[in-house]
């Protein structure tokens, strides 16, 4: 079966400072992955997904960025985190011909 | 541009009502909808999925939900809530078909759903 891993479950960061989330993906090869972004009572905002390695796409220009070194495995990154980076960080992925996303625990970020 | 919209921010109902979840989408094509639930600091599990066929699909956990296409809506059901159904719920909507365009969701705002012993 597959599964999906990301860490770390909880960040608190400085502003400023930099920023490395990291998911992979077990069972399954190929998948397209996603990095959404959820605030508080403002559902999901899909910030980057990926088809490939090394194909990112951006969603929402912004402090952030992602790559995909390999098939499986998705980060996202910041150089200088800003306070309105904060939030709760949902990795994701779904198969290629099918429609469903399958999410991570995610992981929360707060920048003070 | 495709949204979605869940009208209800936070729903209270009693353990054993029946419960109804609003969503109504906006999609300029064939749309492919779900249905997810996630309890506090978790991640997303999905209930249910349409894309094509019967209209009333059968989900986890007991959900169900109807697409009238009329109406726009993918309604979420359930004739016995369960204290444990305590959660936030999701509608969402992406493409039926087209390569990459596979997983981009649209999601709506949640529906924070709370039930009373």
């Known amino acids: 079966s597959q599964t999906i891993h990301q860490w770390p479950a909880t960040l608190v960061q400085p502003v400023g400072s930099p920023l490395s989330l990291e998911c992979t993906v077990e069972?399954?090869?190929?998948?397209?992955l996603y990095w959404y972004r959820q605030a508080a009572g403002r559902g999901l905002q899909l910030l980057f997904y990926?088809?490939?390695?090394?194909?990112i796409s951006s969603e929402v220009p912004q402090n952030l960025s992602a790559s995909r070194p390999q098939d499986r495995q998705f980060i996202l990154s910041s150089k200088k985190l800003l306070l309105s980076d904060s939030g709760f960080y949902l990795c994701?992925?779904?198969?290629?011909?099918?429609?469903?996303?399958?999410f991570g625990e995610g992981s929360r970020l707060t920048v003070l | 541009a495709q949204s979605v919209t869940q009208p209800d921010i936070h729903i209270t109902v009693s353990e054993g009502a029946s419960l109804e979840l609003r969503c109504n989408y906006s999609y300029g094509a064939t749309p492919y909808l779900f249905w997810y639930v996630q309890s506090p600091g978790q991640g997303l599990q999905l209930l249910l999925k349409?894309?094509?066929?019967?209209?009333l699909v059968q989900g986890i956990k007991g959900f169900e939900a109807e697409f009238k296409r009329s109406q726009s809506s993918f309604n979420l059901r359930k004739p016995s809530v369960h204290w444990s159904d305590a959660a936030e719920y999701f509608c969402a909507v992406g493409p039926f078909a087209g390569g990459t365009s596979y997983g981009k969701l649209t999601f709506g705002q949640g529906t924070i759903l709370t039930v009373h012993p």
């Open positions: 994701a992925w779904s198969r290629r011909g099918g429609g469903e996303l399958f």
């Open positions: 349409y894309f094509s066929g019967d209209t």
């Open positions: 069972g399954t090869s190929n998948p397209n």
């Open positions: 990926s088809v490939g390695i090394g194909q």
